[in-house]
T-cell receptor, first 116, second 115 residues
């Protein structure tokens, strides 16, 4: 079975500062990893995904994440925070199970606040 | 349609009543997921469909919860004898499998309030 742990339910940064949102996963087989963002009163939107093609993945809005197998991590970063980045961020994991079955498991989420 | 559609968008029901929540996935998507998002909580996995079959029902909170999918398309999540703790946003997502996992597209959710 797979699982996801997001460290820090709330993160607050200043505008222009580095954003770092942490995600650690557990999986007995090679994982697929995702970061989703949820803006207030909206649905979830994919930021980026890791599917083994490259360990450093670039997504929308200047976000990127690096897959580190040795650390079982997939942390999300952005060099310079904008006010518009304030949202809730979810890390998710799935695997390509036998017979093509899988399920998508999410972490508890990290709420990012950006202050002037 | 262009995206995942959920209905109703909001539902207020009295404790003890049954409710049905509907999800129309993106055409051609074979995988369909239901999640529950309670206030201040993450996304709780409920159930997953591959086609019409549900390989994993482990997330359903109790036997009051059931879900079905017909024709490999529309899915209905039914909650019987609703309780106040069932109040949450219920999210549906779909994805298209082509031999490897692709991203899940989410609907806007159904906000359920049990009074």
């Amino acid at each position: 079975a797979q699982s996801v742990t997001q460290l820090g339910s709330h993160v607050s940064v200043s505008e222009g500062a580095l954003v770092l949102l942490r995600c650690n996963y557990s999986s007995s087989v090679p994982p697929y990893l995702f970061w989703y963002v949820q803006y207030p009163n909206q649905g979830l939107q994919l930021l980026l995904k890791y599917t083994s093609a490259a360990t450093l993945v670039k997504g929308i809005n200047g976000f990127e994440a690096e897959f580190k197998k040795s650390e079982t991590s997939f942390h999300l970063t952005k060099p310079s925070a904008h006010m518009s980045d304030a949202a809730e961020y979810f890390c998710a994991v799935t695997t390509d199970g036998g017979g093509g079955y899988n399920k998508l498991i999410f972490g508890a989420g990290t709420r990012l606040a950006v202050h002037p | 349609g262009a995206g995942v559609s959920q209905s109703p968008s909001n539902k207020v029901t009295e404790k003890g009543k049954d409710v049905e929540l509907r999800c129309d996935p993106i055409s051609g998507h074979t995988a369909l997921y239901w999640y529950r998002q309670s206030l201040g909580q993450g996304l709780e996995f409920l159930i997953y469909f591959q086609g019409n079959s549900a390989p994993d029902k482990s997330g359903l909170p109790s036997d009051r919860f059931s879900a079905e999918r017909t024709g490999g398309s529309v899915s209905t999540l039914t909650i019987q004898r609703t309780q106040q703790e069932d109040s949450a946003v219920y999210l549906c997502a779909s994805s298209y499998r082509t031999g490897g996992f692709t991203e899940a597209f989410f609907g806007q959710g159904t906000r359920l309030t049990v009074v």
